[in-house]
């Protein structure tokens, strides 16, 4: 497996400890986040079987292919949606899949929701720009109203409750103040426009990974 974007790693982690015989690298540039999974990949005894990097994800190459590429939430990375698949596709091995997660309205967006997301696509288009590059959705979620506020609640709740658990730090009153600010761009933004879709992705025959048809 490789992730994209993998943040903490948590698609990784939870993967190799429910698989053994799993080997997963990750990219990311947020140095904390990096260390994080590492640290929780020894913490769960996967360690010797992850290896996350610390760089952009669209500088990352291997001389080895994936049968799972992740980009989840971070097609920002490559520069939007087509890039992030011409990404994976460079890393992805014959017979492999593609876990993408991409943002869409999922009605007509706010002039402070685009402000915030840039252009996005509504679903169908989406799911267009997807087929017409030369891949098959053979899965698909789209996240539920309920799932994307319990994402937020969450989010935003855990910076608050750093701020107020570490009162004396110097950065607490400006994570407090970055949580509120957030909430309201949520509540008030984009929170009844935007979606989010996860899809497994299969190259479509002449069009596969690293130049090579998938039925080679």
Same mark, same amino acid.
């Given at each position: 497996?490789?992730?994209?974007?993998?943040?903490?790693?948590?698609? =990784? /982690?939870?993967? +190799? &400890?429910?698989?053994? *015989?799993?080997? @997963?690298? $990750?990219?990311?540039?947020?140095?904390?986040?990096?260390?994080?999974?590492?640290?929780?990949?020894?913490?769960?005894?996967?360690?010797?079987?992850?290896?996350?990097?610390?760089?952009?994800?669209?500088?990352?190459?291997?001389?080895?292919?994936?049968?799972?590429?992740?980009?989840?939430?971070?097609?920002?990375?490559?520069?939007? =949606? /087509?890039?992030? +698949? &011409?990404?994976?596709? *460079?890393?992805? @091995?014959? $017979?492999?899949?593609?876990?993408?997660?991409?943002?869409?309205?999922?009605?007509?967006?706010?002039?402070?929701?685009?402000?915030?997301?840039?252009?996005?696509?509504?679903?169908?288009?989406?799911?267009?720009?997807?087929?017409?590059?030369?891949?098959?959705?053979?899965?698909?979620?789209?996240?539920?109203?309920?799932?994307?506020?319990?994402?937020?609640?969450?989010?935003?709740?855990?910076?608050?409750?750093?701020?107020?658990?570490?009162?004396?730090?110097?950065?607490?009153?400006?994570?407090?103040?970055?949580?509120?600010?957030?909430?309201?761009?949520?509540?008030?933004?984009?929170?009844?426009?935007?979606?989010?879709?996860?899809?497994?992705?299969?190259?479509?025959?002449?069009?596969?990974?690293?130049?090579?048809?998938?039925?080679?």
């Amino acid at each position: 497996m490789l992730d994209l974007g993998c943040g903490t790693a948590e698609w =990784l /982690l939870r993967a +190799l &400890a429910t698989h053994p *015989e799993l080997h @997963a690298e $990750g990219v990311d540039t947020s140095e904390e986040s990096v260390t994080q999974a590492r640290r929780s990949a020894d913490l769960l005894g996967v360690g010797e079987r992850l290896v996350v990097h610390r760089q952009e994800a669209a500088d990352f190459v291997s001389d080895q292919p994936f049968d799972l590429v992740l980009s989840v939430g971070a097609t920002h990375a490559f520069g939007g =949606l /087509l890039p992030t +698949l &011409a990404a994976a596709r *460079e890393h992805l @091995a014959p $017979g492999g899949r593609v876990l993408l997660g991409e943002s869409f309205w999922d009605r007509a967006p706010s002039p402070e929701a685009v402000e915030i997301f840039g252009e996005l696509h509504d679903l169908a288009t989406t799911v267009d720009l997807v087929v017409a590059d030369g891949w098959a959705p053979v899965h698909a979620h789209v996240s539920t109203r309920e799932e994307l506020d319990a994402y937020e609640w969450s989010c935003l709740g855990s910076l608050a409750s750093w701020a107020l658990d570490h009162p004396a730090d110097p950065d607490a009153a400006e994570v407090l103040r970055t949580a509120t600010t957030r909430r309201a761009e949520w509540l008030r933004g984009y929170r009844d426009s935007f979606g989010f879709l996860t899809l497994v992705l299969r190259p479509v025959s002449g069009r596969g990974s690293r130049g090579r048809s998938v039925l080679a």
